[in-house]
């Protein structure tokens, strides 16, 4: 029956929402979804071409009927629509809140929710690879550090792997100045881009999160 695909839909993107989880994705309710919202809109066409064509050799009865499914077609199709909008909107909500709070980094959300790996589709896995680099990009562009800025109290909250070593290699993305790593340093840090640096993991923590610097490949 018409509707009922669009309302299992709906239904599963509310129990998200209630659950806050991102469920795996339904592809095979989303092509059936749109199949048949293609086929009612070519039957729609169908109707309209026939009401314009013929209007003046039917009866006003016959009008009344094609205009009546004209109408009934266009509510369905209609609704389909928001049923699909409804649920990839209530899965990107999630899934960026999911992200901020692991300061936009997809290798440290995968990380933390591995199953999401294969709870995504393409697409989704797509749009998010580019959302996070998006952020990642405009911070470097516009954002500085502050001098009086502590990085291991004001990020406290990032997460990230328990590390197997004390040492990470890091390559700096951006020139910073007077940065402040630690709360017992008696003199600021200077990094320039480009530049290559062995140090403390958790002094370098925030700069991580944020995308300031890049853990080189072969750093645990």
Same mark, same amino acid.
């Given at each position: 029956?018409?509707?009922?695909?669009?309302?299992k839909?709906?239904?599963?993107?509310k129990?998200?929402?209630?659950?806050?989880?991102?469920?795996?994705?339904?592809? !095979?309710?989303i092509?059936?979804?749109?199949? !048949?919202?293609?086929?009612? /809109?070519?039957?729609?066409?169908?109707?309209? #071409?026939?009401? !314009? #064509?013929? #209007?003046a050799?039917?009866s006003p009865?016959?009008?009344?009927?094609?205009?009546?499914q004209?109408l009934?077609?266009? *509510?369905i199709?209609?609704?389909?629509?928001r049923? *699909?909008?409804?649920? /990839?909107?209530?899965?990107?909500d999630?899934?960026?809140? &999911? =992200?901020?709070? /692991?300061?936009?980094?997809?290798?440290?959300?995968?990380?933390k929710h591995? /199953?999401?790996?294969?709870t995504?589709?393409?697409?989704e896995?797509?749009h998010?690879k580019?959302?996070?680099?998006?952020?990642h990009r405009?911070?470097? !562009?516009?954002?500085?550090?502050?001098?009086? =800025?502590? *990085?291991?109290?004001?990020?406290?909250?990032?997460?990230e792997p328990?590390?197997?070593?004390?040492?990470?290699?890091?390559?700096?993305?951006?020139?910073?100045?007077?940065?402040?790593? #630690?709360?017992?340093q008696t003199?600021?840090?200077t990094?320039?881009?480009?530049?290559?640096?062995?140090?403390?993991?958790a002094?370098? &923590?925030?700069l991580?999160? &944020?995308?300031?610097?890049?853990?080189?490949?072969?750093?645990?």
């Amino acid at each position: 029956m018409f509707g009922d695909q669009a309302l299992k839909l709906v239904t599963e993107a509310k129990a998200c929402l209630n659950l806050d989880n991102v469920k795996p994705y339904n592809d !095979e309710l989303i092509r059936s979804l749109i199949l !048949e919202t293609k086929q009612l /809109h070519t039957h729609l066409t169908t109707l309209l #071409s026939t009401l !314009e #064509s013929q #209007s003046a050799f039917l009866s006003p009865v016959e009008v009344s009927g094609l205009q009546s499914q004209l109408l009934m077609l266009h *509510l369905i199709i209609s609704y389909n629509k928001r049923s *699909l909008l409804i649920y /990839h909107n209530v899965r990107l909500d999630l899934l960026f809140s &999911r =992200l901020s709070r /692991h300061s936009f980094s997809l290798p440290i959300l995968y990380t933390k929710h591995p /199953h999401l790996r294969t709870t995504l589709s393409p697409a989704e896995q797509d749009h998010l690879k580019r959302y996070s680099e998006l952020i990642h990009r405009t911070k470097l !562009e516009y954002l500085d550090l502050s001098p009086n =800025l502590r *990085l291991d109290v004001s990020d406290g909250q990032v997460y990230e792997p328990v590390p197997t070593e004390l040492l990470v290699t890091v390559k700096i993305n951006k020139d910073l100045d007077d940065v402040w790593l #630690s709360s017992n340093q008696t003199a600021p840090t200077t990094f320039r881009k480009e530049q290559t640096v062995t140090i403390n993991r958790a002094d370098v &923590r925030g700069l991580i999160g &944020r995308g300031w610097v890049t853990v080189v490949d072969g750093s645990s």
